[in-house]
């Protein structure tokens, strides 16, 4: 069974900077590309930033790009998103999903991954 749980959301003053991790079980996760996700109340989910399998090749949606890192551990099935210089904006649940590919393509539908964890509350103060 494949489990994805994210740890690291909470409170963060406009400036601060939180760091997301999704530990991975019950997946061989070097086959598979991650994403992060985020839900804000009342919008759709988006894509915030994916890594490929080998964390060669990385996304980022333009609203996160030079503040958020994404990277990921194969040998410890993790991956991480470091979140700095964060914005009000940026609050939301955070979601950890993974999808079964081994080449270098990112999705960034929502609809093309597999798997999906619980999410975590990212919230940012003003």
């Known amino acids: 069974q494949v489990r994805l749980v994210e740890t690291g959301g909470g409170l963060a003053q406009a400036g601060g900077s939180l760091r997301l991790s999704c530990a991975a079980s019950?997946?061989?996760?070097?086959?598979?590309?991650m994403g992060w996700f985020r839900q804000a109340p009342g919008k759709e989910r988006e894509i915030v930033s994916g890594i490929s399998w080998s964390g060669l090749n990385t996304y980022y949606v333009d609203s996160v790009k030079g503040r958020f890192t994404i990277s990921r551990d194969n040998a410890d099935n993790r991956v991480y998103l470091q979140m700095n210089s964060l914005k009000p904006e940026d609050t939301a649940v955070y979601y950890c999903a993974a999808r079964l590919l081994i080449d270098t393509t990112i999705p960034t539908g929502a609809g093309s991954y597999d798997h999906w964890g619980q999410g975590t509350q990212v919230t940012v103060s003003s």
């Open positions: 019950g997946l061989t996760f070097s086959t598979y590309a």
